[in-house]
């Protein structure tokens, strides 16, 4: 099968819910976001790459037990699969290859 | 602080989102809500929490689509695919495309032209403010075995009514009084629309005034209110109020207003409204009347009304009866006599309305259905082709649909596909179709003699409407298609186990043949209505109608009338001069007067008939020949009580030896007019009315009517005689020259027939042409179709002309069937239609003949054209083909 590309916000969202760990669902996530990279995100963005993601196979969720507040409506918790980890990984090490390849004086210009 | 996000946000979340994360979705923005209520405010908290939730409804919110399901047969992207389809079957079938285009655009451009002329005659009189509370009244009399619809009554009759009954708000009265010399200055022109009217005319016809006050520019006698456009004409620029012009014998009058000019759809055209106070009214029951309008109180039934109206001829005209007749009213109505008064909705009068004095010649409503029923024939056949076109092609479309069906589409889309065709056809047939009106707009109203611009189509309604109609069309006209091709099933499509295409066979036969029916049928009354014309205009009338110069106004002349006769008879051509005020076509004098045969009994029946007024020069201009005793004579001075009657009047008053009998004429109630008259002579009958009538006893009395001049006339140079003519008339006066021919205004009586007739042409020339293309879209289907049956036929021996045959004999099948259904109902209805001759043609039967003989030829020639090309194709070809 073709190797699922992954999408620059997509790889954000991703990570942040690795950030996040246990505490991943839409709000947090939506939030994590806005704070670290500092862009207004809009919550039907993230909710739709969440499912999007999900389909994918790089996330699975599970509806936690009741609460209390919102309405007594359940939040959807999201983790990262080990098909989700190999993506991360894999983007990453391609992203470091590239910074190694970078000759020296390109990379001391650019203020490194 | 408020914590709760906009309720119709939520709600729409609960409605459109998907159901399957509703739950996760609603709590996360409530929570979220909440955090941005506290850190960007609650105004921006909105904001964000309806844009989130506008974004999450389900038809924007892509996420949860998968492959496999099928897309909503509506769907936008769905839609943009029909069209692309069927704009690249149309593109691929260029011959049925072009054919099914131009059927259909020259059905509804006839159809549009013809809702416009219906629905303009069905406008008139409805603008007035009161229209429907408005009512004309009328008499309806019999008199001696005659009936008679009169459109003007008493002159008393309309104020009686107003005072002494309950329920009428306001009433006007109106008279004609003939055509005018109107002076200005050094300008003088010839005036026909001139009428005078009570002061409140204005208020009961809803014409607005421009200048001038509504309810008083009529009040005082000599006052006058002039149209916009006649305004323009005298005066220019110029303000009208307070100016004057003199009005032939009647004056001069001020003019007191101006008003709009009246519109087309009224059943009257005056250009000028001068008070009613200006002229003398005889205040009689019994003699010439005068058109009476009433406005009942809302909440009044005309029917109260109805009911007075014995008691109140009772208490009025009866006195008058007895004065003039000599007996009591019930003696008068136990005769068998008649005198009512009735009333007519002005709206109905345009349509339904043909009184003796009626303002102008109205229309009639057999009309409008005849036209309507065009229409809907025009549009039907035109549609007929559609669906006969699309049902044939269904053989070629058949295993397309039976792939698409395979591949997962639901009926339904297949469906919207088809549907999405047939209305891309009719919108483009539709662009056609207001092209071609454009195109026709100005044939078409010299043809109806009316003012349609192209704002009648796109303004109020109509464009809407047109537009409606057309969806309506494409979807009727494609919905048999749809179905039917939709529900093949896929299977033995595929297998080719159906011949799609011929199965639908016996429908397609029945709409050709309803198609041919109907062509035949309007052939068949085109030959009709065009043989009746003709008859009509070559039956010999009585009097000679060529070479009869008339000059108009020759009032306009007074006292030196005779001199100016006298000086035109020394002319070398002109024959015979005459004072011929009556005319038996075009503007005429009319007069009836009541008869009484003087045989003793003062309680005689009382006859009512048509007078002439004639000089001894009459018969010989006209060429009316006399049949018994003589003409009148300056060498008989008893002339002066004698009388000429006609053939007819002859039959009616029931003499055997008509010379010498005496009449009395009942008069209107002078002393003076109550006088007898002898017979001196018996005309031959001569048609002074239209041919829609019999020949009515007619009474002529020797005097002389100056309204116009009759010239017989025997010359080659006829613009040398009109100059010598016009400059002895210069000499006279310095009123405008006008003249007709006798001719000439027979024929326009019998304008409206003519007309008629043209459009009956033209449609049915449509008709067949529409049907034609049908026909050759058929054909050529059939030819296609059966490309390898004729090679192996041909291969096998068969002739060019045996193909041919086997190709044509379907069809000619179905015309025979459409002559024998057309032929009874338009002979019932060409039957009908010459009912209202009393001279009519006989409905020969090589009429039907030739008619059906013409449709087998077109069909023929039609179907020809293909199939010999199809036989005449070297049969390897068409072996070869797939």
């Known amino acids: 099968m073709k190797r699922a590309f992954l999408g620059e916000f997509e790889e954000v969202v991703l990570l942040t819910v690795a950030v996040l760990d246990e505490s991943a669902y839409g709000v947090t996530i939506t939030q994590e976001i806005e704070q670290k990279t500092g862009r207004a995100v809009g919550f039907s963005t993230v909710h739709t790459t969440l499912q999007r993601l999900e389909e994918k196979g790089y996330l699975s969720s599970k509806m936690s037990g009741a609460t209390a507040e919102r309405g007594g409506r359940r939040k959807r918790f999201f983790t990262v699969t080990t098909a989700g980890r190999k993506a991360l990984m894999e983007v990453k090490n391609i992203r470091e290859q590239l910074w190694d390849a970078l000759p020296p004086q390109t990379l001391q210009l650019m203020g490194g | ?213 509504r309810k008083t520019a009529l009040l005082e006698p ?131 309305s043909d009184y003796e004095g009626e303002i102008e010649a109205n229309s009639d409503i057999k009309y409008i259905y005849i036209f309507s029923l065009i229409a809907v024939f025009i549009l039907l056949v035109a549609c007929i082709n559609f669906m006969n076109l699309a049902t044939a092609g269904s053989a070629g479309r058949a295993k397309e649909v039976g792939i698409r069906k395979v591949l997962g589409s639901l009926q339904k889309q297949l469906i919207g596909q088809f549907l999405s065709e047939s209305v891309l056809v009719t919108m483009l047939s539709l662009i056609g179709a207001l092209l071609l009106v454009w195109a026709a707009l100005p044939v ?50 595929l297998k080719g186990s159906i011949r799609a295409g011929f199965k639908s066979g016996w429908l397609r036969n029945l709409l050709v043949t309803i198609q041919f029916a109907v062509s035949i049928g309007m052939i068949i009354g085109t030959m009709v209505v065009y043989q009746q014309l003709q008859f009509i205009q070559n039956k010999k009338v009585g009097f000679e109608k060529d070479q009869v110069l008339i000059l108009h106004d020759t009032y306009t002349l007074g006292k030196q009338i005779n001199a100016f006769k006298t000086e035109l008879k020394k002319l070398t051509p002109v024959l015979n001069v005459t004072l011929a005020g009556y005319l038996p076509a075009g503007a005429t004098n009319n007069g009836t007067d009541g008869f009484q045969p003087d045989n003793g009994d003062p309680q005689a029946t009382v006859y009512r008939e048509k007078s002439y007024y004639i000089d001894e020069d009459y018969l010989p201009t006209m060429g009316i020949k006399l049949a018994q005793g003589r003409n009148f004579s300056k060498a008989f001075l008893s002339d002066s009580v004698g009388i000429l009657v006609n053939e007819a009047a002859v039959k009616r008053f029931g003499w055997k030896k008509p010379i010498g009998q005496q009449l009395w004429r009942i008069g209107n109630g002078n002393p003076d007019s109550h006088r007898k008259f002898t017979v001196v002579g018996v005309v031959k009958d001569f048609h002074f009315e239209s041919m829609h009538q019999h020949i009515a006893p007619l009474v002529m009395f020797y005097g002389s009517d100056n309204f116009q001049m009759a010239l017989r006339i025997r010359t080659e140079n006829l613009p040398e005689l009109l100059k010598m003519v016009e400059q002895r008339w210069k000499a006279q006066t310095d009123n405008p ?146």
Request: hydrophobic share 45%.
């Open chain 2, 737 to 882: 020259f006008a003249y007709s021919f006798l001719n000439d205004r027979f024929n326009k009586m019998y304008r409206s027939e003519q007309v008629v007739s043209q459009l009956f042409g033209i449609f049915a020339g449509l008709t067949v042409i529409i049907s034609c293309l049908g026909l050759f879209g058929l054909a050529m289907f059939t030819a296609q179709q059966r490309t390898k049956e004729i090679g192996v036929r041909k291969v096998l021996g068969a002739s060019v002309a045996s193909v041919v045959a086997l190709l044509s004999k379907d069809f000619l099948k179905l015309v025979l069937v459409a002559i024998l259904i057309a032929t009874p109902i338009a002979w019932y209805a060409m039957n009908r239609w010459l009912q209202d001759f009393a001279y009519k043609i006989d409905l020969a039967w090589w009429v039907f003949a030739l008619a059906g003989l013409l449709a087998v030829l077109i069909a023929l020639l039609t179907v020809s054209f293909q199939s010999i090309k199809t036989a005449l194709v070297n049969p390897v070809k068409s072996l070869r083909s797939e």
């Open chain 2, 222 to 352: 000599n006052t006058i209110v002039l149209t916009e456009t006649v305004a323009r004409k005298y005066f220019g620029e110029q303000d009208p109020i307070g100016q004057s012009l003199k009005l032939g014998n009647r004056g001069v009058f001020r003019v007191t207003g101006v008003c709009q000019d009246v519109p087309a759809n009224t059943h009257f055209h005056y250009d000028m409204f001068g008070s009613l106070r200006s002229i003398q009214l005889r205040d009689t029951w019994l003699s010439s009347g005068i058109l009476t309008y009433i406005v009942l109180q809302p909440g009044y039934s005309i029917h109260q009304l109805e009911v007075k109206m014995p008691e109140m001829i009772k208490k009025y005209v009866g006195p008058e009866v007895q004065q003039l007749l000599g007996m009591s009213l019930s003696d008068f109505n136990q005769k068998g006599n008649r005198f009512e008064f009735r009333f007519q909705p002005i709206t109905d009068i345009h349509l339904h």
């Open chain 2, 444 to 493: 078409f109203n010299q043809l109806t003699g009316k003012e349609f611009g192209l704002s009648e189509i796109t303004g109020g309604w109509m464009l809407p409407g047109i537009l409606l109609t057309s969806l309506l069309i494409g979807l009727l006209a494609g919905s048999y298609p749809a179905f039917f091709l939709s529900a093949f099933k896929p299977v033995s499509v």
């Open chain 2, 1 to 213: 602080m408020k914590k709760n996000p906009p309720r119709w946000a939520s709600k729409l979340l609960e409605w459109w989102g998907d159901p399957e994360t509703a739950e996760e979705v609603q709590g996360d923005l409530l929570e979220l809500y909440a955090y941005w209520a506290e850190t960007v405010g609650e105004r921006e908290a909105r904001w964000r929490y309806g844009l989130s939730v506008l974004k999450l409804m389900r038809p924007l919110a892509k996420w949860k689509e998968t492959e496999s399901s099928t897309p909503f047969f509506l769907r936008p992207d769905m839609i943009r695919n029909y069209l692309k389809i069927a704009w690249r079957n149309l593109v691929l079938h260029k011959a049925f495309t072009f054919i099914n285009i131009i059927g259909l655009a020259v059905g509804m451009a006839t159809c549009l032209l013809i809702v416009l002329f219906v629905t303009h005659e069905l406008s008139y009189d409805r603008y007035h403010a009161k229209s429907d509370r408005t009512y004309r009244m009328t008499i309806y009399g019999q008199i001696g075995g005659k009936e008679i619809k009169a459109a003007q009554v008493s002159v008393p009759a309309g104020p009686t009514l107003a005072h002494d009954y309950a329920g009428v708000e306001m009433l006007t009265r109106l008279t004609p009084d003939g055509t005018f010399i109107v002076k200005q200055g050094p300008n003088s022109f010839k005036e026909e629309r001139v009428v005078f009217a009570d002061s409140n005319f204005f208020e009961v016809f809803s014409i607005p005034l421009l200048k001038g006050n």
